[in-house]
């Protein structure tokens, strides 16, 4: 269906297992979904514990010009709010949960991390499928961060990242409850629905 061999569609699935994703089952099926509401609060819980003290860990490198040009993206991003490119917000999305966080030394720590950052995915759905405007209190929370950064406050700064993910997740499982009445899309042939 997508014109690519056995072995990139098994390293694909792999590596979507990897992240928990998909499942593979003892017979050779592979299971993907659904995302649940528990689900999301395991990721944030894990997010909301590891990705402060990981920006703690961080923020001795961070250059201000790199703090600097974040700031001005979230900036120019609250001056034209509407419509919002999903691009932009993942620009900004990158740059306080992956840029921030790049230079940790600890590798399993960063995995970790990056594999519970898959909630991200209904904020892109729900804005892809209902074209919702950025919620300006992401921009806001982002802000805090950044300028704690800024001013020298690292500690401050891991706060207001805790508390950002906190908001978020409830944010998400408001998302994920609407995204859940809106009818199924159409599958793509080389999937089955179950049930």
């Not at 970790?112 to 759905?125: D, E, F, Y």
């Not at 919702?132 to 500690?155: K, M, Y």
Request: aromatic letters at 4%; charged letters at 25%; a neutral charge.
């Amino acid at each position: 269906h997508l014109g690519v061999s056995r072995a990139v569609v098994r390293e694909a699935l792999m590596r979507l297992r990897d992240r928990g994703l998909v499942e593979k089952e003892p017979y050779g099926q592979w299971l993907a979904g659904p995302l649940t509401a528990q689900a999301i609060r395991d990721d944030y819980e894990i997010r909301a514990l590891l990705e402060p003290e990981a920006l703690l860990q961080t923020a001795p490198s961070l250059a201000r010009s790199e703090l600097l040009a974040m700031l001005e993206r979230l900036e120019q991003l609250a001056a034209h709010p509407a419509p919002t490119s999903w691009a932009a917000v993942e620009r900004i999305e990158a740059d306080l949960h992956g840029r921030c966080l790049a230079g940790l030394r600890n590798r399993k720590l960063a995995q970790l991390i990056a594999h519970s950052q898959s909630p991200l995915n209904v904020s892109r759905i729900f804005h892809q499928s209902l074209g919702t405007p950025l919620d300006e209190a992401v921009l806001v929370e982002h802000r805090l961060v950044l300028e704690s950064l800024l001013v020298g406050s690292p500690d401050s700064a891991a706060s207001q990242l805790r508390n950002h993910l906190l908001r978020g997740r409830d944010r998400t499982l408001q998302r994920l409850k609407v995204l859940s009445v809106l009818p199924d899309p159409e599958l793509p042939a080389y999937l089955e629905r179950l049930s």
